[in-house]
């Protein structure tokens, strides 16, 4: 592989052909099937690479074991590992461009889209190297002739296992804790979209490797979810997974983790309902409605895919809201004006026209797109029109289903009872959007939705500094916030005797 060096463009071209996995601070070639990623704009191949197998996580784990336990790591204050955090961002910031534009070859994204995620990871290796610094252990209440401590340590060796959606940013919300807790970590990105994760790899090796820390603190495992991400899991040396995926995928990691009891954390995903009250204010309503289903092409866990409309303004606003998402520029990432991008494969692209011939054949009524768009422009990408569907029951599978793509589902609500009972009615509890002039409505039905996140007045925004994660089938754990490095640490308690005398038992 040809790699522009030194710093500032660590990153690769886009047209880059990666042949190499990095395995405890070792580029090489993996043993295990080859790894395919497809431009999905226009279906040419990116890069085949042999991806890891099972002896590849196996020898990852056993050398990120050993480099864990390196004193070089673990004895290394805190304040000296913020700084390798703050160098990690920095390198991403200088190399932002081509990593932006390697993600949109990669995932098919926006570049508007994937500038601003490449540039929350590196926001999150510096709050994350933030709370680092300021994190403190507890000295707790003694009860009796003792001093007691409450402390953290690292796990050891982390799993990290990332979907295709957005990988930079899930990359680097597993990996910038991880660290920060001080273990090492393996990475394994999803199938379709593996470059941006083998990128950061050299950007973390780099700073590694500059630091004079042991560079076997970051693997980056390509490969079949069921082959290496299933090593991951299983690998004695590995004390912890941390999985963003499909729910069914996770509620399979977590059996496996129970087998050794081993902690998880999950974001799942989810079908969240985004609601439009009676006094909702129509500008804001319509934009963050669109934006919260059709940004990312609805590739998104937090996608806001059923919208309830009060009854008394259902006609007039899912009217307008229609004739909006007909306007929507449908186009390459590549182009500035683009909206909607295409899908990240053309598979995907087959499983959600899929979910829309179900909701049809379930009797739905496609009120705008159900189609790929037609024209040259189009033909060899994975598009799909933004799509609205309404008159269906909520127990359909095309309002119960996560679809995970450009496909929102329309359903009136007639009082407050009715749309909670209505909203609540999946078994995902990822996030909710809500419009209201009213701070009362806002409050009563912020508190009565199950959802970890609740955006009133606004939609998909996000801060390192605000826990996210999900409820019901939508995932355990929280990331982010003050206590996300927490995640990555197991709790210890000291007792330190202070008596002049020996316990009572001393002399018998
Ligand atoms: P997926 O579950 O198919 O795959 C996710 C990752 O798990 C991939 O790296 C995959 O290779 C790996 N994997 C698959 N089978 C595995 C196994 N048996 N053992 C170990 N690893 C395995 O999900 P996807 O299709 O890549 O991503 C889309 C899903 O991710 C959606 O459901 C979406 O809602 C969810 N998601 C959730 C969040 C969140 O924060 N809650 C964020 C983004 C995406």
């Given at each position: 592989?040809?790699?522009?060096?030194?710093?500032?463009h660590?990153?690769?071209?886009?047209?880059?052909?990666?042949?190499e996995v990095?395995?405890?601070?070792?580029w090489?070639?993996g043993n295990?099937?080859?790894?395919?990623?497809?431009?999905?704009?226009?279906?040419?191949?990116?890069?085949?690479?042999?991806?890891?197998?099972?002896?590849?996580?196996?020898?990852?784990?056993?050398r990120?074991?050993?480099?864990a336990?390196?004193?070089a790591?673990?004895?290394?204050?805190?304040?000296r590992?913020?700084?390798?955090?703050?160098?990690?961002?920095?390198?991403?910031?200088?190399?932002?461009?081509?990593?932006?534009a390697?993600q949109?070859?990669?995932?098919?994204?926006?570049?508007?889209?994937?500038?601003?995620?490449?540039?929350s990871?590196?926001?999150?290796?510096?709050?994350?190297?933030a709370?680092?610094e300021?994190a403190?252990d507890?000295?707790?209440p003694a009860?009796g002739?003792?001093?007691?401590?409450?402390?953290?340590?690292?796990?050891?060796?982390?799993?990290?296992?990332?979907?295709?959606?957005s990988?930079?940013?899930?990359?680097?919300?597993?990996?910038?804790?991880?660290?920060?807790?001080?273990?090492?970590?393996?990475?394994?990105p999803?199938?379709?979209?593996p470059?941006?994760?083998?990128?950061?790899g050299?950007?973390?090796?780099?700073?590694?490797?500059?630091?004079?820390?042991?560079?076997?603190l970051?693997?980056v495992?390509?490969?079949p979810?069921?082959?290496?991400?299933?090593?991951?899991?299983?690998?004695?040396?590995?004390?912890?997974v941390?999985?963003t995926?499909?729910t069914?995928?996770?509620?399979g990691?977590?059996r496996?983790?129970?087998?050794?009891v081993?902690?998880?954390?999950?974001e799942?995903?989810?079908?969240?309902?985004?609601?439009?009250?009676?006094?909702?204010?129509?500008?804001?309503?319509?934009?963050?409605?669109?934006?919260?289903?059709f940004?990312?092409?609805g590739?998104?866990c937090i996608?806001?895919?059923?919208?309830?409309?009060?009854?008394?303004?259902y006609?007039?606003?899912?009217?307008?809201?229609?004739?909006?998402?007909?306007?929507?520029?449908?186009?390459?990432g590549?182009?500035?004006d683009?909206?909607?991008?295409?899908?990240?494969?053309?598979?995907?692209?087959?499983?959600?026209?899929?979910?829309?011939?179900?909701?049809?054949?379930?009797?739905?009524?496609v009120?705008?797109?159900?189609?790929?768009?037609?024209g040259?422009r189009?033909?060899?990408?994975?598009?799909?029109?933004?799509?609205v569907?309404?008159?269906?029951p909520h127990?359909?599978?095309?309002?119960?289903?996560?679809i995970?793509?450009?496909?929102?589902?329309?359903?009136?609500?007639?009082?407050?009872?009715?749309l909670?009972?209505?909203?609540?009615?999946?078994?995902y509890?990822?996030?909710?959007?809500?419009?209201?002039?009213s701070?009362?409505?806002?409050?009563?039905?912020?508190?009565?939705?199950?959802?970890?996140?609740?955006?009133i007045?606004?939609y998909?925004?996000?801060?390192?500094?605000?826990?996210?994660?999900?409820m019901?089938?939508?995932?355990?754990?929280?990331?982010?916030?003050?206590?996300g490095?927490?995640?990555?640490?197991?709790?210890?308690?000291?007792?330190?005797?202070?008596?002049a005398t020996?316990?009572?038992?001393?002399?018998s």
């Amino acid at each position: 592989m040809t790699v522009e060096e030194p710093a500032g463009h660590l990153v690769p071209a886009p047209d880059y052909t990666p042949d190499e996995v990095l395995v405890a601070g070792e580029w090489r070639r993996g043993n295990g099937a080859p790894v395919e990623t497809v431009d999905p704009a226009t279906g040419r191949t990116l890069a085949v690479l042999a991806g890891a197998d099972a002896a590849d996580v196996g020898e990852a784990a056993r050398r990120a074991a050993v480099a864990a336990a390196d004193p070089a790591w673990r004895e290394l204050p805190a304040h000296r590992r913020a700084r390798l955090l703050h160098r990690i961002a920095e390198l991403i910031e200088d190399g932002a461009d081509r990593l932006c534009a390697l993600q949109t070859a990669d995932t098919g994204k926006c570049r508007a889209e994937t500038l601003a995620l490449v540039h929350s990871a590196a926001g999150t290796f510096r709050y994350t190297a933030a709370v680092l610094e300021t994190a403190e252990d507890a000295v707790t209440p003694a009860r009796g002739d003792y001093v007691t401590l409450s402390v953290h340590e690292p796990i050891g060796v982390i799993g990290a296992i990332t979907p295709w959606n957005s990988p930079i940013a899930s990359d680097a919300q597993k990996v910038a804790p991880a660290l920060a807790a001080g273990n090492a970590v393996l990475l394994k990105p999803a199938e379709w979209t593996p470059l941006v994760a083998l990128a950061l790899g050299r950007i973390v090796h780099h700073a590694l490797t500059e630091a004079g820390l042991p560079a076997g603190l970051l693997s980056v495992l390509p490969g079949p979810g069921r082959v290496t991400g299933d090593a991951i899991v299983r690998h004695p040396a590995v004390g912890k997974v941390t999985f963003t995926g499909g729910t069914r995928t996770g509620r399979g990691i977590a059996r496996l983790a129970a087998d050794k009891v081993m902690p998880v954390s999950l974001e799942l995903g989810g079908k969240s309902p985004t609601i439009v009250c009676e006094d909702a204010d129509t500008e804001q309503a319509l934009a963050g409605v669109l934006f919260g289903i059709f940004s990312s092409s609805g590739q998104s866990c937090i996608a806001g895919s059923r919208l309830f409309v009060a009854r008394s303004r259902y006609d007039a606003f899912v009217g307008e809201l229609v004739d909006r998402a007909r306007k929507l520029r449908v186009g390459p990432g590549t182009d500035p004006d683009t909206q909607v991008a295409p899908l990240v494969h053309h598979a995907h692209r087959d499983h959600v026209a899929g979910y829309v011939d179900l909701a049809r054949s379930e009797g739905a009524r496609v009120r705008c797109g159900g189609a790929p768009p037609e024209g040259e422009r189009y033909r060899d990408g994975a598009y799909y029109l933004p799509t609205v569907l309404d008159g269906l029951p909520h127990s359909a599978r095309a309002c119960q289903e996560e679809i995970f793509g450009p496909v929102l589902v329309a359903l009136p609500f007639d009082d407050e009872d009715d749309l909670v009972a209505q909203a609540n009615d999946t078994v995902y509890g990822l996030a909710c959007g809500l419009w209201t002039r009213s701070a009362a409505t806002a409050w009563r039905l912020a508190r009565r939705i199950d959802a970890g996140t609740v955006w009133i007045n606004t939609y998909k925004q996000f801060s390192s500094s605000t826990p996210f994660g999900g409820m019901k089938d939508s995932g355990l754990g929280r990331e982010k916030g003050r206590d996300g490095i927490r995640a990555y640490q197991r709790q210890k308690s000291l007792y330190w005797g202070t008596a002049a005398t020996p316990l009572p038992w001393a002399g018998s």
